[in-house]
């Protein structure tokens, strides 16, 4: 496995960050044991490095994972809390989460715009603060937009920047694969440490996610790529890819006949964009929200590609 430093912070990562997000409630819903012992194989081969959320609710299965080897695993979190005390209270929260008195990387999570991030700047406050005293290592921000890697990217207090990026651009809201690359490099000039989200694009890119692997791990000024994994055949299979290697045809057929679903997020706002683009008419709009006839759907990936709330996706 291969190392980096996330941009001026002194923090060394894998180049594959375990994205935590699919083992949760919010997706898979696995066993605590058994999310952690996925978690457990990536660390076992190499991968030091997780990025976890307030609203993921996997604080335990990381517990559980680095119990061992507490202080040798980088973890980033994020809130969307928005005041002083409410960030505060979140990364308390995150500490008491994995059973530790710090997190490394903490962030203000997805902005969507240089409003919103003014509108933070009580919780950003209280990062800056928590990092002089030791409670994080590093201030963050999330972000599928342009905007914000751009502007972040020029704040003193932002330490790294954890954008949307992969092959075709899915997901993000405010331009091209091409713009956020520039944005990506920009920031990364400027001494931000820049890891990257969405590589397999919510999953509608998984067949050729080999090819959409190698293409996000290979971007200038990208440290690291967080990527979902809910098995350990995925971690094995990743893994692989980015030590510079092909899986090897058994573990490429376990992991490509794995059977998947269209996830529709809770945050969905019922546009129709998805359902105009499906081409088997597998979606419908019913309450103001998308619903997926599962026995239509063929998990071609077109309609993430037209959600502009990144809502969709294939798990």
């Not at 959409?212 to 995925?234: I, K």
Request: charged share 20%; aromatic share 6%.
């Amino acid at each position: 496995m291969e190392y980096r430093e996330l941009g001026r912070t002194g923090i060394i990562v894998s180049r594959l960050c375990f994205g935590a997000l699919t083992i949760g409630p919010l997706q898979a819903g696995l066993p605590l044991q058994e999310g952690a012992a996925v978690m457990e194989a990536a660390l076992a081969a190499g991968v030091n490095f997780i990025d976890t959320a307030e609203l993921y609710q996997t604080y335990p299965y990381i517990r559980q994972a680095i119990r061992r080897c507490p202080d040798k695993v980088i973890i980033a979190s994020k809130s969307y809390a928005f005041t002083y005390e409410g960030m505060r209270e979140s990364v308390i929260s995150a500490c008491n989460g994995i059973g530790r008195d710090y997190i490394d990387i903490f962030m203000l999570h997805e902005q969507t715009s240089r409003l919103t991030l003014k509108g933070h700047q009580d919780a950003l406050r209280y990062l800056t603060e928590a990092k002089r005293a030791g409670r994080i290592r590093a201030v963050g921000v999330s972000t599928h937009t342009v905007e914000v890697v751009r502007v972040a990217a020029l704040m003193d207090e932002i330490d790294v920047i954890h954008p949307i990026l992969n092959i075709h651009g899915i997901g993000i809201c405010d331009g091209t694969r091409e713009e956020m690359l520039a944005a990506v490099a920009f920031a990364a000039a400027q001494g931000k440490g820049v890891y990257t989200m969405k590589a397999l694009g919510g999953g509608h890119l998984t067949g050729m996610a080999e090819e959409a692997l190698r293409w996000a791990m290979n971007q200038s000024g990208v440290s690291a790529v967080a990527v979902g994994m809910q098995t350990t055949d995925e971690v094995a299979y990743n893994v692989a890819i980015f030590n510079g290697q092909a899986p090897d045809a058994a573990l490429r057929a376990k992991v490509d006949a794995r059977q998947r679903r269209l996830l529709v997020e809770d945050w969905c706002v019922g546009c129709g964009r998805c359902a105009g683009k499906c081409p088997m008419q597998a979606i419908t709009i019913v309450d103001g929200m998308a619903v997926v006839d599962h026995s239509k759907c063929v998990l071609c990936g077109y309609c993430g590609a037209h959600c502009p709330e990144f809502c969709l996706k294939i798990i």
